[in-house]
């Protein structure tokens, strides 16, 4: 009996046998505690225990008065009685005019232990932690939130993986951002206490994300339980750093398989393949139904697997069937709509691709494309076809903040289909076809020009021509074409055209 | 020396024996405006070593719900067809006549009766009781007692019998035949037997009770409670009633004092037991007097609502129920099954 029992720690035990104030001051501590049958097997000199009966108590009300008041004349200070929930108006007012706290319990004995272990034996307290903690790592664990479920249902507290900005992830409760900044992120093991509630943390050495913790948190917790729980959380850590990497090795392994599974598919063009088919279907993929493909990638140097992650997260806020993975340098996914979606319905997604693009240009260096609606196995090869092309392009286009989106182009078609394409040749072909009249002269000023950065003096020097021989031929054929040539992306068009042609 | 009662008296009378019903016992007040018209006045009341001991004495009263009383006027003369049985079946006529339940309503009984016999101070009660099986005579063992009562439709039921539990089944189940209230008749017994076997000068004791209560009733509580010889136990709100969870007929009120003390009053038919703060501050067959706090009515159990605001007042109870533990364990609470509420005393 060295310490003082607090009722709060007692009620954050969580094995305290259901106990639950009923009536009489809660912010209240005892000097020890006295286990017994009924009342009168209690010591006459209660000194300012808490009194734990076993058996019922009496059912009427008068009854409940004496018990409560002889309990009271014994010098306790509260007392803990199965059905005490069923006491009536007139007890619980008598326990609160004597200061006196009445506690219902269902099991008076899990109570007694838990009040045995917060007094004196604290060992026994860790240890049961401890066993708990063992115990909920020999269960199976999905992923990272599901082993920290685990955890924090055998302990009976919350549990969190922090880090110095905040909470990652939290089970069993809230960790309050007080207690949060309350926790010292440098030493092994911390112990933070604030009103708000009390954590017990310790470091978490994971060899690919720096500065975490493992938290386990809650409310009314004496400084033996946080003790204990630090302990807890020692030997849950290691658990839980195996775990992050394990679920890192199943992430790339998932998306090296995806990204596979997505590449043989573009390359079938279309084909139909009930291996590639079979291998989409079970990632959850299906090609019937309209797609609006996009790609992301990296202006810079960048990890696709982040990416990765960060784009299936955001994808989670749009709210229709989409798909992600991981595709060379970048990021490839797509949009599928069971309905032919409305242009509207169209539109509205594409905004919040370009939020998703905006959002992930604060973390990351990328540029994004999205391709045009089309349906189908065929139609889905196609969009993510143009995502990619117009990804291409969006990695040089600042104007558009990066983001290129294939029904956006004027001259669309044609810049999208690219000369790889086999219908680029005869679109290119028929814009450039003012420009034959000229017998070819027009178009390869036209292509020497562009490729000189539209300047006319080296072109008329690689083109032996004069000056100002260029500068008219330029003239007429911005007439014949009727195109705005001052316009980037008209060049831009041209210039691959001019490239397809020639 | 015989004393003399006479109209002024009854008042005061009435009103000691509301005091002696502890909360129980009927209204006396159809037996008070009976006795006003009555042309009896003044009436002689006899002391027991006043009369010759070897004198026959019969005890009546009204049984049931007194409640119905009041609905179901009793004739002018309810208890005249069954002393005619109990004097036909003994023999002889009973000239002596003492009452049965000195509280409530039954205490004015022996005065209707006046005109032709002498009524004796002794009561078989002191107080009001829901049984009859605690009457003094039965508790004590005194043998021959006859029960006469009503059967409903002019017939009458008469007992005799040694065990006094069946005079309490049969005459109840006789009562509820005649429609729930009807009138009972004890006899069998003399004079010289209430000596020793019944609570004597409780007409005395009401009368003094009750012209106490008239002279202080508009002063303090306290005042009331020290000129009745009492204590007052409690003054403050009704602010909840509960059914008992095993016994129908037991109800316990809370009441939060005025200092915020916390009582509840147990009581079934009767007030039975008080307790303060969880400690019990009295019991049966002490005298548990409920007054409305403000009106200054004495107070049935039926009138004791939510909200209302009451004082309580303990009367000592009749001392020769404490003189033996035999008598006793009669009339405590656990008498009725309500245990830890026994020895207030």
Redesign the interface.
């Known amino acids: 009996m060295s310490e003082a029992l607090r009722l709060g720690a007692l009620l954050a035990h969580p094995e305290n046998g259901g106990v639950r104030t009923i009536a009489g001051p809660e912010d209240t501590e005892w000097t020890g505690v006295v286990v017994e049958t009924t009342e009168p097997d209690l010591p006459a000199d209660g000194n300012g225990r808490l009194a734990i009966l076993t058996e019922l108590p ?6 409940q ?6 309990a ?1 004349d014994r010098g306790f200070r509260a007392l803990a009685v199965p059905h005490a929930d069923d006491f ?4 619980r ?2 326990a609160v ?2 200061g006196f706290t009445l506690l219902h319990v269902d099991r008076p004995m899990l109570l007694a232990k838990a009040c045995w272990q917060l007094i004196e034996a604290r060992d026994a307290l860790t240890l049961s932690y401890v066993r708990k903690v063992a115990q909920s790592i020999e269960y199976h664990a999905q992923g990272l939130p599901d082993l920290l479920r685990h955890l924090s249902a055998s302990v009976g507290h919350g549990v969190a993986l922090i880090d110095a900005e905040g909470v990652l992830l939290e089970v069993g409760g809230r960790l309050s951002p007080e207690v949060h900044a309350a926790i010292d992120f440098s030493p092994w093991v911390d112990l933070a206490r604030m009103p708000a509630g009390t954590a017990a943390s310790v470091r978490v050495d994971s060899p690919s994300r720096e500065g975490l913790r493992l938290a386990f948190f809650g409310e009314g917790l004496d400084d033996r339980q946080v003790s204990a729980l630090a302990v807890a959380a020692e030997v849950a850590m290691p658990a839980v750093a195996a775990r992050i990497l394990i679920d890192e090795i199943n992430e790339v392994n998932d998306a090296s398989v995806s990204s596979g599974v997505l590449r043989d598919f573009v390359d079938l063009r279309g084909t139909p393949d009930d291996d590639v088919e079979r291998r989409m279907f079970d990632r959850g993929w299906r090609t019937t139904g309209y797609h609006l493909a996009f790609r992301i990638v990296g202006r810079s140097r960048l990890d696709a697997r982040q990416l990765l992650r960060f784009v299936t997260g955001e994808l989670g806020r749009i709210s229709i069937d989409s798909h992600a993975t991981t595709s060379g340098r970048g990021v490839s996914g797509w949009l599928t709509f069971f309905e032919p979606p409305a242009s509207s319905q169209v539109e509205r997604h594409v905004a919040s691709l370009r939020e998703l693009h905006v959002a992930a240009r604060r973390s990351f260096n990328i540029a994004t494309g999205v391709g045009s609606m089309a349906s189908g196995s065929m139609g889905l090869t196609t969009s993510l076809s143009e995502a990619g092309d117009a990804a291409m392009i969006a990695v040089n286009r600042s104007a558009t903040g990066w983001f290129v989106r294939v029904d956006g182009l004027g001259l669309d078609q044609l810049l999208l289909a690219r000369t790889s394409n086999d219908a680029f040749v005869p679109i290119a072909q028929a814009l450039l076809a003012p420009l034959e009249s000229g017998g070819g002269v027009l178009l390869k000023t036209l292509s020497a020009y562009l490729d000189h950065e539209s300047a006319v003096s080296p072109t008329a020097a690689e083109l032996g021509l004069h000056r100002n021989t260029v500068a008219m031929r330029i003239q007429r054929a911005q007439e014949l074409l009727a195109v705005d040539m001052s316009d980037p992306e008209v060049r831009l068009a041209l210039q691959l055209a001019c490239r397809a042609v020639l | 020396m015989p004393t003399t009662l006479e109209l002024a008296d009854l008042p005061p009378l009435a009103t000691g024996f509301s005091l002696l019903g502890s909360g129980g016992g009927g209204a006396t007040t159809i037996l008070d405006l009976a006795l006003r018209d009555s042309t009896d006045w003044p009436m002689t009341v006899h002391g027991v070593n006043e009369l010759d001991p070897s004198l026959p004495c019969l005890g009546a009263a009204f049984v049931g719900a007194t409640m119905l009383l009041g609905e179901r006027l009793p004739g002018a003369t309810p208890f005249a067809p069954l002393i005619e049985a109990a004097e036909r079946w003994l023999g002889h006529r009973v000239p002596v006549v003492c009452s049965l339940e000195g509280g409530g309503l039954n205490g004015l009984a022996p005065f209707t009766l006046s005109r032709d016999r002498m009524i004796v101070d002794a009561d078989l009660t002191g107080r009001a009781v829901p049984t009859l099986d605690q009457m003094s005579l039965l508790v004590d063992g005194v043998p021959g007692i006859i029960v006469t009562c009503d059967s409903g439709a002019g017939g009458v039921v008469l007992v005799e019998t040694e065990r006094a539990l069946d005079i309490e089944r049969v005459v109840r189940a006789a009562t509820i035949q005649a429609g729930g209230a009807g009138g009972m008749v004890f006899a069998g017994f003399t004079v010289g037997e209430l000596r020793d076997h019944a609570i004597l000068g409780n007409t005395a004791r009401s009368l003094s009770l009750g012209t106490a209560f008239l002279t202080n009733q508009f002063g303090s509580l306290s005042g009331i409670a020290a000129a009745l010889g009492g204590r007052l136990l409690a003054e403050g709100r009704i602010t909840s009633i509960d059914a008992d969870p095993r016994d129908q007929h037991v109800t316990t009120y809370s009441i939060d004092g005025s200092a915020g003390e916390v009582h509840h009053l147990v009581a079934r038919s009767e007030n039975l037991a008080f307790m303060t703060d969880g400690r019990l501050a009295a019991a049966a067959p002490e005298i548990i007097v409920v007054l409305d706090a403000i009106s200054r009515d004495i107070l049935e159990v039926t009138d004791l609502l939510r909200a209302r605001h009451v004082a309580v007042m303990q009367l000592d109870g009749p001392v020769w129920w404490s003189r033996s533990p035999d008598r006793l364990r009669h009339v405590v609470p656990s008498a009725y099954g309500l245990a830890e509420l026994d020895g207030a005393a």
């Not at chain 1, 009536?88 to 007890?91: C, I, K, Q, R, S």
Request: aromatic share 10%.
């Open positions: 009496p059912t009427r009300p008068w009854q008065d004496a018990l409560v008041r002889r009271r009536g108006a007139g007890t007012a008598l005019r004597f």
